[in-house]
């Protein structure tokens, strides 16, 4: 029974002798992985706001910036936590071929989303619109208020937020009115009245609107010649997010300011004869 007792207390003595040199041996190496850790996290942080108020001095894009800080701050940190694994004599090479397979299993089962991604990459790459444009793809508009890597983000003038998948844009018809969008219209005088009149009366009545983009100049003249008036086509640009305000007032503008000149707008008239038998 002393002899088992013995035994057992030899044998936590060589646990306990174990565990102290294990302790001894790792615990600066686990130290020293956890400070290159911390230095990491501020290293990568420090040097990604650089990059993002470096790009903001070259007035690149605020989304382009954006992404470019993250992605340095990824690589930063990656690189300091191989240099904490190899305190432990871990090499990455494994860890690089598990995370291969892992990728390639997750861009199966995720082949809708990893595509939204990779469209998300060509839009801040190419650059075809950026927050603040206003665009119309696959039937839908609106202001540009979000660049992620999965979807854009618009809100249109009924302050609605639609997020539209990266790969419904990508390869698509795409229109960017960018600030300022193209209002048309047509407006007719009758055949008595002056069209010079019409366009000058018109094109002051313009100018007065401050919604009304002066550069470009508003274009008016003769559009064509109907059978009862004189069409007088008017052009302007106005501020796409408020497109439809802009436009309806204009009009109203332009009605008003034609009626009060004295010209005639005509409307179509038809004459019934009745014949008696």
């Known amino acids: 029974m002393p002899e088992q007792i013995m035994q057992e207390l030899s044998g936590l003595e060589k646990l306990y002798d174990t565990a102290i040199e294990y302790i001894v041996t790792y615990s600066f190496q686990v130290l020293g992985a956890i400070l290159i850790?911390?230095?990491?996290?501020?290293?990568?942080?420090?040097?990604?706001?650089?990059?993002?108020?470096?790009?903001?001095?070259?007035?690149?894009?605020?989304?382009?910036?954006?992404?470019?800080g993250h992605i340095v701050r990824l690589l930063i940190l990656f690189c300091f936590?191989?240099?904490?694994?190899?305190k432990f004599g871990i090499t990455i090479a494994p860890f690089?071929?598990?995370?291969?397979?892992?990728?390639l299993g997750i861009g199966l089962a995720l082949q809708g989303l990893v595509s939204n991604y990779g469209a998300g990459?060509?839009?801040?790459?190419t650059r075809p619109f950026k927050v603040g444009d206003t665009i119309t793809v696959n039937g839908v508009s609106g202001e540009?208020?979000?660049?992620?890597?999965?979807?854009?983000?618009?809100?249109t003038e009924d302050q609605e937020h639609i997020m539209v998948p990266n790969k419904h844009i990508v390869g698509e018809v795409l229109t960017n009115t960018f600030a300022f969008k193209l209002v048309e219209t047509v407006i007719g005088i009758d055949y008595?009245?002056?069209?010079?009149?019409?366009?000058?009366?018109?094109?002051?009545?313009?100018?007065?609107?401050?919604y009304v983009c002066q550069q470009p100049e508003p274009q008016v003249g003769i559009d064509s010649f109907g059978d009862s008036s004189i069409n007088i086509g008017v052009r302007f640009l106005v501020p796409t997010k408020?497109?439809?305000?802009?436009?309806?007032?204009?009009?109203?503008?332009?009605?008003?300011?034609?009626?009060?000149?004295?010209?005639?707008?005509?409307?179509?008239?038809?004459?019934?004869s009745v014949k008696q038998a």
């Open 96 to 103: 690089v071929a598990a995370l291969g397979a892992v990728t």
């Open 81 to 86: 936590i191989v240099i904490a694994l190899g």
């Open 121 to 125: 990459i060509s839009i801040i790459i």
């Open 144 to 155: 540009v208020t979000q660049i992620n890597l999965a979807a854009t983000i618009l809100e």
């Open 242 to 272: 408020r497109f439809y305000e802009c436009r309806y007032n204009a009009n109203l503008a332009i009605f008003n300011t034609v009626k009060s000149a004295g010209l005639t707008i005509p409307y179509p008239i038809m004459d019934i």
């Open 37 to 68: 850790l911390i230095l990491g996290i501020f290293v990568s942080r420090y040097i990604s706001n650089a990059t993002v108020s470096l790009c903001e001095r070259k007035n690149i894009d605020i989304t382009l910036r954006t992404y470019l």
């Open 192 to 210: 008595s009245n002056s069209p010079e009149q019409a366009i000058t009366t018109i094109k002051t009545t313009l100018a007065k609107l401050d």
